[in-house]
């Protein structure tokens, strides 16, 4: 390949891979609230295809001993495939179904990753997300699907689902980078 060519394709493949900071609105909400002093606090990026995610689940949310609590890595999914539905389609939603496969146990205090993508977008008002998580050596722990709603702003104001000021500050930022 010549050496402009070579050059362009490795700007260009440099420019697909680059992840985004994706910007939070509310500071309470119990998996990305920065300000719940009891939830995960997670941060989100995009590359434009993807969602992700790393955290440490805090000692509090085991289930026994130290196991991560089935439930807690629910969450995490299903708030995974959320972002991820938000900011890929463009669109506000609801999780309507999900499931989750448990494949290894996952330890308090350590380091995992989660990552979710669009599958398929089933319809104008339906999406298909999947999402997994990984532990620190890199093998998947757990993984879902789930079904989510998409709502424009106007159904969702519609249905009374966010005060009209969040549904403001979420129009103007949920699509865009921190
Ligand atoms: C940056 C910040 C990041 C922020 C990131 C934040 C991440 C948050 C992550 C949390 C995600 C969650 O856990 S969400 C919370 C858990 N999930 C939920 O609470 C969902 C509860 N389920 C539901 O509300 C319902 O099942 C629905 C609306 C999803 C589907 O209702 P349904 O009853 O099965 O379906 P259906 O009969 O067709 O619809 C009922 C009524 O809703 C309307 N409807 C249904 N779907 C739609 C739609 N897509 N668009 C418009 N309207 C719709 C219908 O027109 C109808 O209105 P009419 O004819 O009656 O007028």
């Not at 977008?121 to 989510?148: H, M, Q, T, W, Y």
């Amino acid at each position: 390949m010549p050496a402009l060519k070579h050059w362009l394709y490795m700007k260009e493949v440099l420019i697909v891979a680059e992840w985004t900071a994706l910007k939070n609105i509310d500071p309470h909400c119990f998996a990305c609230g920065q300000g719940n002093a009891h939830g995960l606090h997670m941060r989100f990026f995009s590359d434009g295809e993807r969602v992700r995610s790393r955290l440490i689940i805090p000692g509090h949310l085991r289930g026994w001993h130290t196991l991560v609590h089935g439930g807690v890595l629910a969450t995490i999914l299903d708030e995974a495939m959320s972002w991820a539905a938000i900011h890929l389609t463009g669109r506000f939603i609801l999780t309507q179904e999900m499931t989750v496969r448990f494949k290894k146990p996952v330890r308090i205090e350590e380091e995992v990753r989660v990552e979710s993508c669009v599958a398929e977008r089933i319809s104008p008002r339906k999406a298909l997300l999947k999402a997994e998580i990984r532990n620190s050596s890199g093998d998947i722990c757990a993984e879902s699907s789930g079904v989510f709603a998409l709502f424009t702003a106007e159904a969702f104001t519609r249905m009374n689902l966010v005060p009209e000021n969040m549904l403001d500050a979420m129009n103007q930022s949920m699509w865009r980078s921190a």
